[in-house]
Nanobody, 127 residues
Framework: QVQLVESGGDLVQPGGSLRLSCAVS????????IGWFRQGLGLEREGVSC????????YYADSVKGRFTISRDSAKNTVYLQMNSLEPEDTSLYYC????????????????????WGQGTQVTVSS
């Protein structure tokens, strides 16, 4: 049974940092693309950062480039999202998701390409 469980969300001040974790079970990271997505109130779900199976390719949304870093630990079956220099605009519910499909660069972080989703973890950036 495929499961993804996010953790690490919290309330943080602007300029602060958080590390989100996505613990997966029921499959190997070596055979799935993994992505972090977010969805604010009244907004569409958007791709934040995604990483290919075996970690050879990564994608970052323009809004987070230089601030967020995605990484994976196959031994722990966990994918991380290190978020630095957080801004109020980063406030959202963050989800991790998995796709068994080998995705092109263009589709790599498109929510519609991902089949399995976690329940989300809330990140709030506020003073």
């Amino acid at each position: 049974q495929v499961q993804l469980v996010e953790s690490g969300g919290d309330l943080v001040q602007p300029g602060g940092s958080l590390r989100l974790s996505c613990a997966v079970s029921g499959f190997s990271l070596d055979y799935y693309e993994i992505g972090w997505f977010r969805q604010g109130l009244g907004l569409e779900r958007e791709g934040v950062s995604c990483i290919s199976r075996k970690g050879g390719r990564t994608y970052y949304a323009d809004s987070v480039k230089g601030r967020f870093t995605i990484s994976r630990d196959s031994a722990k079956n966990t994918v991380y999202l290190q978020m630095n220099s957080l801004e109020p605009e980063d406030t959202s519910l963050y989800y991790c998701a998995a796709s068994p499909t080998l995705l092109t660069v263009q589709a790599m972080c498109s929510p519609s390409e991902y089949r399995y989703w976690g329940q989300g973890t809330q990140v709030t950036v506020s003073s």
